[in-house]
Antibody, heavy 119, light 110 residues
Framework: QVQLQESGPGLVRPSQTLSLACTVS??????????WCWIRQPPGKGLEWVGY???????YYNPSLKSRVTISVDMSKNQFALNLTSVTAADTAVYYC???????????WGQGALVTVSS | NFMLTQPHSVSESPGKTVTISCTRS????????VQWYQQRPGSSPTTVIY?????PSGVPDRFSGSIDSSSNSASLTISGLKTEDEADYYC?????????FGGGTKLTVL
């Protein structure tokens, strides 16, 4: 059974960088069959794509966040990571890591990590 | 970029049937698979339909999905409604350059 677990600070100061990691267990992040995703959900609002990374290192970023987002992968730790720079209160959200297959199906989600941007 | 538009909310009585629509703003709905996710308060989303009309194991056959090219939309139909179906439902699709969620529909089973 594949499991994904987010980790990182729950509070980030405005203008600083939000950094989260996602540890994958029960499956290899180097698989050619999957994309490794970050999705966020502001309190009381809907789901929003942040982006994804493929095992080759190729990435997709939401155009509205592209200038501030970096997603990277660490094969040795079976982890992938999210960096979001210059955060504001609008970046406050539950951040989910997830696995997407080649048909676009997100078949596994992490439990989510609430990140609050506040001074 | 395309958008997926869902009704903000729907409500129906237990035992009845409800359909939630998801309309694609540009590009053909049939060009890329549509998925549907259920999200209960405080929980991560779970899949109820993938690849337009497939149910993951464990999802009851009361849940079905379809696409309609004439209206460029996808639909999630839940029959024999139960109070446990009350949740938010999101459609999701993609194209070469974009990954998109619909805005979500709050289903109330009253």
């Amino acid at each position: 059974q594949v499991q994904l677990q987010e980790s990182g600070p729950g509070l980030v100061r405005p203008s600083q960088t939000l950094s989260l990691a996602c540890t994958v267990s029960g499956g290899s992040i180097s698989s050619a069959d999957y994309y490794w995703c970050w999705i966020r959900q502001p309190p009381g609002k809907g789901l929003e794509w942040v982006g994804y990374i493929y095992y080759t290192g190729s990435t997709y970023y939401n155009p509205s966040l592209k200038s501030r987002v970096t997603i990277s992968v660490d094969m040795s730790k079976n982890q992938f990571a999210l960096n979001l720079t210059s955060v504001t209160a609008a970046d406050t959200a539950v951040y989910y890591c997830a696995r997407e297959d080649s048909s676009g199906w997100i078949d596994y989600w992490g439990q989510g990590a609430l990140v609050t941007v506040s001074s | 970029n395309f958008m997926l538009t869902q009704p903000h909310s729907v409500s129906e009585s237990p035992g009845k049937t409800v359909t939630i629509s998801c309309t694609r703003s540009s590009g053909s709905i049939a060009s890329n698979y549509v998925q549907w996710y259920q999200q209960r308060p405080g929980s991560s989303p779970t899949t109820v339909i993938y690849e337009d009309n497939q149910r993951p194991s464990g999802v009851p056959d009361r849940f079905s999905g379809s696409i309609d090219s004439s209206s460029n939309s996808a639909s999630l139909t839940i029959s024999g409604l139960k109070t446990e179906d009350e949740a938010d439902y999101y459609c999701q699709s993609y194209d070469t350059n974009n990954e998109v969620f619909g805005g979500g529909t709050k289903l109330t089973v009253l």
